[in-house]
T-cell receptor, first 112, second 115 residues
C-alpha cells in the first residue's frame, strides 16, 4: 500500500521567513496530494492540494510543487506569520475523493 | 462550506463499556465516510471506509469486531468502540465525501478517554 514520509518533524522559523515541508510517496498510482493544517484539538483543514497533471499550484502565500518522477511534493509558505504555527500534514490518494494516507506531520513554529 | 458534525465531542467511559460516535454530513449526502484515529502528537491513521448500505472496509490491523461501523443513511455513519480499553483512548475523526463533488470534509473529532 501507499506510504508517505514527511520531513522535517519540527520546523522553527522567524516571522517573515519562508518554510518548506517535504513529502515523498511510494505508490506511483497516487495522483492527488492535499496539505492540511491542524491546530491542537481541532479538525484538519485543507489549505492547498495538487493533482498529478500539474507541477505547481499557488494560493497567495502558500504553494505546492509536485515531482511525479521523483515521487515527492513540497509545501512552501512564504512571509510566515505567527498564526501559521500549527501541525501540517501532507497526504496522498490514488484519486480525488478516495481514502487518504497521511504523512507523520510537521510542527511549524513561527517566532515573532 | 459543507459541514460535518461529530457527536459527542468528548466522552469518558469505563473500561469494558461500549461507546458510539456519530458522524453526520449536515448539508450534503455522503455515500462514503472515512474513520481515522489520531493518537497524541501523531498522524491520522485510517481505520475504515464506511459505505452507505454496505459493509465497511477495514484497514489492515483494525479489528472489525471491536470497531463496529454502521452507515445506515446518506448523512450518518456511526463508529462503536466495543469493550473499550485504555489503549483505545484517542482522537477519532471522520470525514465525509460529498457524493456529487467528491470533496472530503472532516468532522471536528471526538476525544475518547477510557478509564
Amino acid at each position: 500500500g501507499e506510504n508517505v514520509e514527511q520531513h522535517p518533524s519540527t520546523l522553527s522559523v522567524q516571522e517573515g521567513d519562508s518554510a518548506v515541508i517535504k513529502c515523498t510517496y511510494s505508490d506511483s498510482a497516487s495522483n492527488y496530494f492535499p496539505w492540511y493544517k491542524q491546530e491542537l484539538g481541532k479538525r484538519p483543514q485543507l489549505i492547498i492540494d495538487i493533482r498529478s497533471n500539474v507541477g505547481e499550484k499557488k494560493d497567495q502565500r502558500i504553494a505546492v510543487t509536485l515531482n511525479k518522477t521523483a515521487k515527492h511534493f513540497s509545501l512552501h509558505i512564504t512571509e510566515t506569520q505567527p498564526e501559521d504555527s500549527a501541525v501540517y500534514f501532507c497526504a496522498a490518494s490514488i484519486w480525488y475523493g478516495n481514502k487518504l494516507v497521511f504523512g507523520a506531520g510537521t510542527i511549524l513554529r513561527v517566532k515573532s | 462550506g459543507a459541514v460535518v458534525s461529530q457527536h459527542p465531542s468528548r466522552v469518558i467511559c469505563k473500561s469494558g463499556t461500549s461507546v458510539k460516535i456519530e458522524c453526520r454530513s449536515l448539508d450534503f449526502q455522503a455515500t462514503t465516510m472515512f474513520w481515522y484515529r489520531q493518537f497524541p502528537k501523531q498522524s491520522l491513521m485510517l481505520m475504515a471506509t464506511s459505505n452507505e448500505g454496505s459493509k465497511a472496509t477495514y484497514e489492515q490491523g483494525v479489528e472489525k469486531d471491536k470497531f463496529l461501523i454502521n452507515h445506515a443513511s446518506l448523512t450518518l455513519s456511526t463508529l462503536t468502540v466495543t469493550s473499550a480499553h485504555p489503549e483505545d483512548s484517542s482522537f477519532y475523526i471522520c470525514s465525509a465525501r460529498d457524493q456529487t463533488t467528491y470533496e472530503q470534509y472532516f468532522g471536528p473529532g471526538t476525544r475518547l478517554t477510557v478509564t
